[in-house]
Nanobody, 129 residues
Framework: QVQLAESGGGLVRAGGSLRLSCTAS????????MGWFRQAPGKEREFVAA???????YYAESVKGRFTMSRDNAKKMVSLEMSSLKPDDTALYYC???????????????????????WGQGTRVTVSS
């Protein structure tokens, strides 16, 4: 059974930075897409970033140039470096993983929540103005 645990959330001022991490248990970590999603108060959960088996990165337009995702298959860990944070980035951030996938994914697949089979509990990020 796959379990995911996020960490690194907190309170930061606009313009600041935070680094989120997600560690995973279970096998085949390296054979799955890993993604980050977020849910702001009163809004639907939305795609933030993902990385597929090849290491290809995918980002929502709203975070491009500000967020950087990475993965370490040996540690079964993914990270999300967030910089130039804005109050609109305030949300509960979730880590998620798909089942085993093809080596290359695509944006439609990685940005769709139904593609993911396991989710963490979330870590809260609050950006003050």
């Amino acid at each position: 059974q796959v379990q995911l645990a996020e960490s690194g959330g907190g309170l930061v001022r606009a313009g600041g930075s935070l680094r989120l991490s997600c560690t995973a248990s279970g096998r085949t970590f390296s054979e799955a897409v890993m993604g980050w999603f977020r849910q702001a108060p009163g809004k639907e959960r939305e795609f933030v970033a993902a990385i597929d088996r090849s290491g290809r990165l995918y980002y929502a337009e709203s975070v491009k140039g500000r967020f950087t995702m990475s993965r370490d298959n040996a540690k079964k860990m993914v990270s999300l470096e967030m910089s130039s944070l804005k109050p609109d980035d305030t949300a509960l951030y979730y880590c998620a993983r798909t089942p085993r996938t093809a080596f290359f994914a695509n944006m439609d697949y990685v940005s769709t929540q139904k593609s993911y089979e396991a989710w963490g509990q979330g870590t809260r990020v609050t950006v003050s103005s």
